[in-house]
């Protein structure tokens, strides 16, 4: 190697990257061969990182919600969309709950709406509560994380008219239209560690991915289950049982006819394609055997897979030769 080429490589090697890409250009072959052995498929799980890294879900809060742990307050100004949110959610697999503060005996106000709010959250339910200062100032002084749901201050128009359409007495209008700068001034305003706001632009609503309300961890385990990709032998195994349903002497799906196999070489690089189309991509490591399909289609697979599935009457050796398939997958 060359001085130029080594500097070359030390400054490669030293330069951190961040971006997906740019990490691929660092990494050694070595490395490359480690997480995916081609760009895109290395890109595809950087991709799939990310979006697993990403949601809530996955975060100390989230997990909180999702495991029923604790649930999360929030606290939306009137007409941001709280009761449609419930409405959309209470028969769904979220656990909420629209806490209406006007309920509530006034002589001990907020202390039991606060309590009401600790005893539901500790159940693991999300609560849509008001967000009048009184309510804001208590749960600070509880020490309890909420999130603040307003309009910007330049909305006061399309929150008046959406007063009206969804016939709020004409006496809560004008006191809105009295107290809009005041009260939206106060949120703006607000700082505490326990609070987080979300601001709301035109036309915006509340909602769940706003605010960040997470399923409970079976709901998404289950989803989770539903979007997993089956492998070709539980595919298999699941056609047989419906077969074998209506036919107690089906058998299993056979593969049949004769096939060329080699030993792999560890390292190597064996992509999959039938009719012209990529279908997997596999590394060889050590002890694996490569097969060729009549097409010429290859893929991998280990030893023991090979003795079960094949009528191996020679020793495996570094060239192609033909096997019989004994008929099962």
Not at 252 to 266: D, V
Not at 271 to 293: A, H, L, N
Not at 296 to 315: A, I
């Amino acid at each position: 190697m060359s001085l130029r080429d080594f500097f070359k490589k030390v400054k490669r090697r030293s330069t951190t990257p961040n971006t997906p890409e740019a990490i691929w250009e660092w990494m050694t072959d070595k490395e490359r061969e480690l997480n995916g052995g081609t760009r895109e498929k290395f890109l595809e799980r950087m991709e799939a990182f990310r979006i697993l890294s990403t949601h809530l879900a996955f975060t100390l809060e989230g997990a909180k919600q999702s495991f029923g742990v604790t649930g999360k307050v929030i606290c939306g100004f009137p007409g941001v969309g709280k009761s449609t949110l419930f409405k959309e959610l209470k028969d769904s697999d979220y656990k909420v709950l629209d806490s209406d503060s006007s309920t509530f005996d006034k002589a001990e106000f907020p202390d039991n709406y606060i309590k009401h709010i600790k005893e539901k959250t500790a159940e693991g339910y999300t609560i849509l509560a008001s967000s009048h200062d009184v309510v804001r100032n208590a749960l600070i002084d509880n020490k309890m994380l909420f999130t603040l749901v307003y309009p910007d201050k330049s909305l006061k128009d399309e929150y008046l008219e959406r007063y009206k359409e969804r016939g709020s007495p004409q006496k809560f209008i004008d006191l809105l239209d009295s107290k809009w700068d005041e009260w939206i001034g106060q949120c703006d305003e607000l700082d505490s560690d326990y609070c987080r706001k979300v601001k709301l632009g035109a036309g915006e609503y509340v909602n769940v991915e706003k605010v960040g309300i997470v399923k409970p961890a079976e709901k998404l385990k289950e989803e989770a289950e539903s979007r997993r990709v089956k492998s070709q032998d539980s595919m298999i195994g699941e056609m047989n049982k419906k077969l074998a349903a209506h036919d107690e002497d089906v058998k299993l799906y056979k593969k049949s006819g004769t096939f060329k196999a080699r030993n792999g070489k560890p390292g190597e690089h064996v992509v999959t394609e039938i009719d012209g189309e990529k279908e997997t991509e596999k590394t060889v490591k050590d002890g694996e055997v490569v097969i060729k399909g009549p097409k010429g289609e290859m893929y991998v697979v280990s030893t023991k897979k090979f003795n079960d599935r094949y009528e191996v009457d020679k020793e495996l050796t570094d060239e192609f030769q033909d096997y019989k398939a004994k008929g099962l997958i």
